[in-house]
């Protein structure tokens, strides 16, 4: 079938009918945007044949009225299943191009975010009520068909208005399938998600990772590494994955001598980090809009990664404190706040990325910060001369990971990632961990970081890569490092932070001091 972004026809565009009143009308759940409320399609914004395209995203095969946010939700969807987008990255331009703003961008941003995050459990149930497996159904039909169950199961949304305008949705991107997928739809409609669950998982007594995989859509390999990374506590891998299907806030770092928090928290309507002394929470909007943004005052930074960058800098030290290594910068948010906290301290940093593109973004991250920036690998300590060993007296490691403890942020990343992925990661961690420990000078630092609890990327990498170092290393306990009261930090001497304990990304800390 030809999906919208191969015709060039038309496209959706707003129709000049007065917006109906809505004040009344149900919205997604948690997402603020506007839900339908009319039989026939969900508002007033729409595509019709033989609309005048205006520069937007490619059109659609001629056809009756579509409901545009949805459009652009799939658009989304559709880019990342079909050419390995990400959705944070691609629907910023898709909202810009059709010129959804307020109410309407929310609600395309919830049906994104919200069928990525649900997909497992919505392919199940698709392929249940089609009576075929979700694989053997065509791209474009089975993508407008995940965004009409989402909408069905888990939003306000009634579900006439559901259904109605997903089928329109269908007839415009893949046509064939008209009354296929109104049948599939009003199958799906006549149970909620509940209930869905209780048909489709396998028992919890019988199958607790099978079940919890299901009802809260996590690949099972991902669920039994949270199970075993929470000591096996199934309640409490439940309520991470339940956080895991919530959005998200956007944190922002106030960067220290540049900003102060409470006044960033006023200047954007936000409000101040419950941990991280540089942290606001910003209530939404678009983060990249704000003035402080543009002049380099803060950036947009999970407060778990605050406060991973903020404990190395915090963590005592005796003898000299003025090189600093963060030896894998990019993107660059790490280096942003640790050149910020450098510069308080006439400290200086050197910030390492293999990546070219990814060196040229710690550039800009840091831009007027005491940071210089290397586009190398930074395994070559001690064969490059700019990296010699024993040098630097703090060094940070934020290593490539699967980024299992980000994926409310980045959704489609839980069906993308493989186990097969770890061995080489593991590698990698290892091998750069090993690195900076020799960089370190005797008595420095190094904070060895990832955004996953996997215990393979932490505990078992830290104590692999401490003993084949060849250099002496003691841990530090790095729950000193964190503010005082924070709960849930466990045993130590490494610190795991969760999304459903701390609200953070899932981040892992390790620090270990050089003999």
């Not at 609600?107 to 009520?129: K, M, Q, S, V, W």
Request: net charge neutral; hydrophobic share 40%.
């Amino acid at each position: 079938m030809t999906g919208p972004s191969d015709r060039a026809d038309s496209r959706p565009r707003r129709t000049d009918a007065p917006r109906a009143d809505r004040s009344n009308a149900p919205r997604a759940d948690r997402s603020g945007g506007r839900a339908a409320d009319r039989p026939d399609r969900g508002g007033q914004w729409t595509a019709r044949a033989g609309a005048d395209r205006r520069g937007g995203r490619g059109g659609r095969p001629a056809g009756p009225a579509v409901d545009l946010p949805r459009y652009a939700a799939y658009q989304a969807v559709a880019a990342v299943h079909r050419d390995d987008a990400y959705a944070n990255l691609v629907l910023p331009s898709i909202l810009r191009e059709e010129g959804l703003v307020g109410r309407d961008a929310a609600f395309a941003t919830e049906l994104t975010y919200g069928t990525l995050r649900h997909t497992g459990t919505l392919d199940a149930i698709i392929t249940d009520a089609a009576g075929r497996d979700v694989e053997r159904i065509d791209p474009p039909a089975r993508d407008a068909l995940r965004l009409g169950a989402y909408q069905l199961l888990h939003t306000r949304v009634p579900a006439h208005a559901a259904v109605s305008s997903t089928v329109d949705l269908v007839r415009s991107v893949a046509p064939g399938a008209t009354g296929f997928a109104n049948a599939v739809l009003r199958e799906i409609a006549g149970r909620d998600a509940d209930e869905w669950v209780a048909k489709l998982a396998p028992p919890m007594e019988t199958d607790p990772v099978g079940h919890l995989a299901l009802a809260y859509s996590h690949p099972q390999w991902i669920v039994r590494a949270f199970a075993e990374a929470l000591g096996g506590d199934l309640g409490e891998t439940a309520r991470l994955l339940i956080e895991d299907n919530e959005r998200p806030p956007v944190h922002l770092c106030a960067r220290p001598g540049l900003a102060d928090p409470v006044e960033l928290a006023d200047e954007v309507g936000g409000a101040p980090g419950a941990f991280s002394p540089y942290a606001v929470y910003l209530a939404g909007g678009a983060p990249g809009d704000l003035p402080a943004l543009a002049a380099g005052r803060a950036h947009v930074q999970d407060e778990g990664s605050q406060l991973v960058a903020n404990a190395l800098a915090v963590a005592p030290l005796d003898g000299p404190d003025g090189r600093w290594l963060d030896l894998c910068a990019g993107p660059g948010g790490k280096s942003g706040l640790l050149g910020a906290l450098a510069a308080q301290r006439g400290a200086r940093l050197t910030a390492v990325e293999v990546s070219e593109h990814r060196a040229r973004l710690v550039e800009q991250a840091t831009r007027g910060l005491p940071v210089n920036v290397l586009h190398t690998d930074g395994r070559t300590v001690g064969a490059d001369p700019k990296l010699p060993e024993g040098h630097f007296d703090r060094v940070l490691v934020d290593a490539p990971c699967t980024g299992l403890g980000s994926l409310r942020r980045r959704p489609e990343s839980r069906w993308r990632r493989q186990p097969s992925d770890l061995p080489p990661l593991t590698r990698l961690q290892r091998e750069l961990l090993t690195a900076a420990l020799r960089a370190a000078r005797p008595g420095g630092l190094v904070a060895y970081v990832t955004c996953s609890p996997h215990v393979v990327e932490t505990h078992v990498t830290v104590t692999e890569a401490a003993r084949r170092a060849g250099v002496p290393a003691d841990f530090v306990d790095a729950r000193t490092l964190l503010p005082a009261g924070m709960p849930g930090l466990g045993d130590g001497p490494t610190v795991q932070l969760w999304p459903h304990r701390h609200g953070t990304d899932a981040m892992f800390l390790a620090v270990l001091r050089r003999g």
